[in-house]
C-alpha cells in the first residue's frame, strides 16, 4: 500500500516536470534564436583533424551599422578557412552579393588592421528576391587583433569663406568700395585697407578685427570699419588796402588770418592814416571764408 502510494506520488511529481519543461520550451527556443539579421563565420579543419569554427563579432561603434569584425590570426589564415554566410531570418531569397561557402582568401579583401574605416572592408550586400540590394553588410577581416580600436575620426575639411568687409561714416554710409575676402579655415585678423576712401574721412573705429572660419562658415560674415568726416584746415587770409583818389596808398596795408569758415564783416581802422586824408567809402565790408580760402582776398577802402 505504501509503496502504491510512493508510486502515485512520483507518478504525478514526473508529470509535473513534464508539464514546466514543455511549457519552457517556446522560451528557451526564443532565447537561443538569433540577434543578428545574418552571421558571417569561418570554419576549417584543424592539424589533428578536428573541425573549427570562428563567427565575426557586431560593431558597435556609430556610424558603422550592419558592420561585423572577424579575426584570422596566422595560422587559421594558412588554412584557408570557408566563409559562411547565414541568413538568420530568411528574408534575403536571392543570397548574398558574395557567394557563400568560399575560401576566405578569394574576396581580395584588405586587412582590417586594429580600427574599421571607410575604406578596409568587404562589402556585401543581401538579395531580394529578384537580385536587388535588400541591404548592405560591411564585413571588415583583420590579422592584427580581435579586439579592434574606435576608429579613426575623418578630418574636417573646411570650405573656404567669403567675407565682405565695409567702410562706413557714423551714420553707416559707405565711404569707401565694399570689399569681399575669402579666408580658410581657422582664426584670422582683418585690417582695414580701404583704397578709395573719401577725401577728408580720418579713422573713428578701425581697430583689427577678428574672425573664425569653420564648417559653418564665417563668423562674422560682414565686418565694419568706421571713419568721420573732418572738415579740412583753413587758413585764409585777407589783405586790407587803403588808398587816395588816385589809388594811392595813404596808410599802411593790413592782414586779417581766418582759420574757420564763414561770413565776416572787417571795419576800416587804419592805423596810419595820411594826414589830411578821410575816408570816404562806407566803413565795412563782408568775405566769405571756407576750405578755398577768403573771397575778396583783398579789400579796398578809398
Not at 5 to 19: D, E, G, I, S, V
Not at 29 to 47: C, G, H, I, Q
Not at 101 to 128: I, K, R, T, Y
Amino acid at each position: 500500500m505504501i509503496n502504491a502510494k510512493r508510486t502515485h506520488f512520483t507518478q504525478r511529481l514526473a508529470a509535473l516536470f513534464l508539464a514546466l519543461f514543455l511549457g519552457l520550451s517556446p522560451m528557451a527556443t526564443l532565447a537561443m534564436a538569433p540577434m543578428n539579421p545574418v552571421d558571417f563565420t569561418l570554419s576549417w579543419t584543424a592539424d589533428d583533424g578536428s573541425p573549427m569554427t570562428a563567427a565575426a563579432v557586431p560593431l558597435t561603434f556609430p556610424d558603422y551599422p550592419n558592420s561585423f569584425w572577424l579575426y584570422l590570426d596566422d595560422q587559421t589564415f594558412n588554412k584557408d578557412p570557408i566563409l559562411h554566410i547565414s541568413d538568420n531570418f530568411s528574408q534575403y531569397a536571392g543570397g548574398f552579393s558574395v557567394p557563400n561557402d568560399q575560401p576566405v582568401s578569394s574576396l581580395f579583401s584588405p586587412d582590417a588592421g586594429q580600427s574599421p574605416s571607410e575604406d578596409n572592408f568587404v562589402l556585401v550586400q543581401a538579395l531580394d528576391a529578384s537580385g536587388n540590394p535588400a541591404a548592405e553588410y560591411r564585413l571588415y577581416i583583420s590579422r592584427q587583433t580581435a579586439q579592434p580600436l574606435p576608429p579613426e575620426e575623418e578630418p574636417q575639411i573646411i570650405p573656404d569663406a567669403t567675407v565682405s568687409i565695409h567702410y562706413v561714416d557714423q551714420d553707416n554710409r559707405e565711404v569707401a568700395s565694399l570689399q569681399t575676402k575669402t579666408f580658410e579655415g581657422g582664426t584670422h585678423t582683418v585690417y582695414p585697407d580701404p583704397y578709395d576712401l573719401q577725401e577728408n574721412y580720418i579713422p573713428y573705429d578701425t581697430e583689427p578685427r577678428t574672425l573664425t572660419v569653420d564648417m559653418a562658415g564665417a563668423n562674422p560674415a560682414d565686418i565694419y570699419f568706421t571713419y568721420q568726416y573732418q572738415a579740412p584746415a583753413i587758413s585764409a587770409i585777407v589783405t586790407v588796402y587803403y588808398v587816395g583818389p588816385n589809388s594811392e596808398q595813404v596808410a599802411s596795408p593790413q592782414q586779417r588770418q581766418y582759420e574757420e569758415a564763414g561770413s565776416f564783416t572787417i571795419e576800416a581802422s587804419p592805423d596810419d592814416l595820411l594826414p589830411g586824408y578821410t575816408l570816404n567809402d562806407e566803413s565795412s565790408k563782408s568775405i566769405t571764408v571756407d576750405q578755398n580760402g577768403a573771397n575778396p582776398s583783398e579789400l579796398y577802402f578809398s
